[in-house]
């Protein structure tokens, strides 16, 4: 089991930069990739931003592309989101999630941390 504990949600505006963490207990030894992935209520989570554990690869949504950046201190297991030029719509709980080595899903969640841009 990988336990995973979010920080950094908050209140912004529009224009607004915030940045979550998100740190590793446990086995991570097992982790083969982490996300973040956000959900508004009515609608399906979805996924932000994912990187490779080792290699570092990462995978950004096209509505976040080029304002979010996703990184990793592999020393203090923790992964990143630099959230830049934040919208209304990016306003949401945002969960960080770990795929392990030999699973194909994201299956250890965090908590989650509210989001919320005004405009």
């Known amino acids: 089991q990988v336990r995973l504990v979010e920080s950094g949600g908050g209140l912004a505006q529009a224009g607004d930069s915030l940045r979550l963490s998100c740190a590793a207990s446990?086995?991570?030894?097992?982790?083969?990739?982490m996300a973040w992935f956000r959900q508004t209520p009515g609608k399906e989570r979805e996924i932000v931003s994912s990187i490779r554990w080792s290699g570092g690869n990462t995978y950004y949504a096209k509505s976040v592309e080029g304002r979010f950046t996703i990184s990793r201190d592999i020393a203090k297991n923790t992964v990143y989101l630099q959230m830049r030029s934040l919208q209304p719509e990016d306003t949401a709980v945002y969960y960080c999630?770990?795929?392990?080595?030999?699973?194909?899903?994201?299956?250890?969640w965090g908590q989650g941390t509210q989001v919320t841009v005004s405009s």
């Open positions: 999630a770990v795929q392990r080595i030999g699973g194909s899903d994201y299956d250890q």
């Open positions: 446990g086995r991570t030894v097992t982790m083969l990739a």
